[in-house]
């Protein structure tokens, strides 16, 4: 009874105030990909071990489904506060999403299975969770956690390519590293941005 009254006066209370309203627009966002074209979505002939490293790029802890998701979440807690930085990061997870997709065509096509896990090391095969994000507070360090993430995906995409004797997979790889590069340098110059402002304040 008294959470229901209090939810009564706090309805007639906001009848003469302001919505909540984020202002901060996302129209008209595009991908942050280079203006290059993608190799066509091929594979020389079906294979499940180069799948399972797909995979960990799909879905595991360093990932493509990491990086939407450590983005989305970035720029979910940006927007009020800084809307270009939060513009930027959306475009950078719209990137990750289409490289998402096209990891998925290649598992298709090399006869693997397109889920939510991923083998390990061990052979174990893990389902992907939030725990893989790296989600600080602050914006610099959002940042410099997303430059990371970044440097790692390159590192695991080359480590894959020295696996992957299929020339059609590894130059989609190839590719998608120079949208990875494309996105440090973005959040290296987002990041400069903010220090020369502060050290102007
Ligand atoms: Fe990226």
């Known amino acids: ?4 009254r209090r939810c009564l006066e706090g309805l007639s209370m ?17 991908p942050a990909m280079l203006d290059l074209p993608y190799p066509p979505m091929q594979v020389r ?4 071990e180069y799948a399972e490293l797909l995979a960990c790029d799909y879905c ?72 893989c994000l790296d989600l600080p507070q602050g914006t610099e360090k959002m940042l410099c956690a997303n430059i990371e993430a970044e440097k ?20 989609v790889l190839r590719r998608i590293i120079r949208d990875e590069e494309y996105h440090i340098m973005l959040l290296q110059i987002m990041l400069q941005d903010m220090q020369v402002m502060q050290q102007n304040m």
């Open 60 to 131: 595991g802890s360093v990932s493509e489904l990491s990086a939407i998701t450590q983005y989305i979440n970035n720029e979910n807690r940006l927007c009020l506060e800084n809307c270009s930085i939060a513009r930027t990061l959306l475009g950078i997870a719209m990137a990750e999403m289409m490289h998402l997709q096209k990891l998925g065509e290649l598992i298709q096509l090399l006869g693997g299975e397109v889920s939510f896990s991923a083998g390990q090391p061990g052979g174990k095969r893990q389902m992907w969770t939030p725990a």
């Open 14 to 30: 906001e009848k003469d105030t302001m919505p909540l309203t984020n202002h901060c627009s996302m129209a008209g966002i595009r």
């Open 1 to 4: 009874m008294m959470a229901q």
């Open 45 to 48: 002939c079906r294979n499940q």
């Open 152 to 171: 790692a995906a390159i590192a695991q995409y080359k480590a894959h390519m020295q696996r992957i004797g299929d020339p059609c997979v590894n130059g």
